[in-house]
């Protein structure tokens, strides 16, 4: 099956500093990948939809400027959490959409491992 | 709006079987994915309905009524590594998936 992966699992930092998150596609190539957060007990949260070569597409009330996403080649999107603060402490998850083949194929997301994020 | 419905938790006997409801109301239907996500875990993939009736794999089986918008995930056989969050999702017309806010499953001995 389709792999993705995502770098850091885990991360602690100071507030103030930036993180960056890679989310890659291993085994095959994605033109869209999407980025979630989820709070604890909550579900997952779109905060924006990446397409390669083209600028991401936010969802209302995700600040643009703040959470920075790159998606610059078929496999690799990053996510970079700018002037981290304790808020946005947060399990991130990205997802690659591919086909999911056969006679009936349909394009399924598959999800990387997540990150978790703390911020001090 | 868009809207998806499941309990927020169920409770049920390991070997047992329970049935897992959700509701929707979405612009347009482009098929109803379930997914299965451990506490800490990101979601893993269960199954994918877009034609009425039933699928089934294994242990899990899907139910789709698009008439009715309603769908069901049925766990049969229940062992406790079955014990996680269960989450709906439906593609809208746009082929963005909206998702449920997740049922928590507690399977006792």
């Known amino acids: 099956g389709a792999v993705v992966s995502q770098h850091p699992s885990w991360v602690i930092c100071k507030s103030g500093t930036s993180v960056k998150i890679e989310c890659r596609s291993l085994?095959?190539?994605?033109?869209?990948m999407f980025w979630y957060r989820q709070f604890p007990k909550q579900s997952l949260m779109l905060m924006a939809t990446s397409n390669e070569g083209s600028k991401a597409t936010y969802e209302q009330g995700v600040e643009k400027d703040k959470f920075l996403i790159n998606h610059a080649s078929l496999t690799l999107s990053t996510l970079t959490v700018t002037s981290a603060h304790p808020e946005d402490s947060s399990f991130y998850i990205c997802?690659?959409?591919?086909?999911?083949?056969?006679?009936?194929?349909?394009?399924?997301?598959?999800f990387g491992p997540g990150t978790r994020l703390t911020v001090l | 709006g868009q809207n998806i419905d499941q309990p927020t938790e169920m409770t049920a006997t390991e070997g047992a079987i329970v049935q897992i409801n959700c509701t929707y109301q979405t612009s347009g239907f482009n098929g109803l994915f379930w997914y299965q996500q451990h506490a800490g875990e990101a979601p893993t993939f269960l199954s994918y309905n877009v034609l009425d009736g039933l699928e089934e794999k294994g242990r899990f089986s899907s139910f789709l009524s698009r008439s009715k918008g309603y769908s069901y995930l049925l766990l049969k056989e229940l062992q406790m590594k079955d014990s996680a969050s269960y989450l709906c999702?439906?593609?809208?017309?746009?082929?963005?998936?909206?998702w449920g806010a997740g049922t928590k499953l507690i399977i006792k001995p």
């Open positions: 085994d095959f190539q994605a033109t869209t």
């Open positions: 997802s690659a959409e591919g086909s999911s083949g056969g006679s009936s194929s349909y394009n399924e997301q598959f």
């Open positions: 999702a439906v593609m809208d017309s746009n082929y963005q998936l909206i």
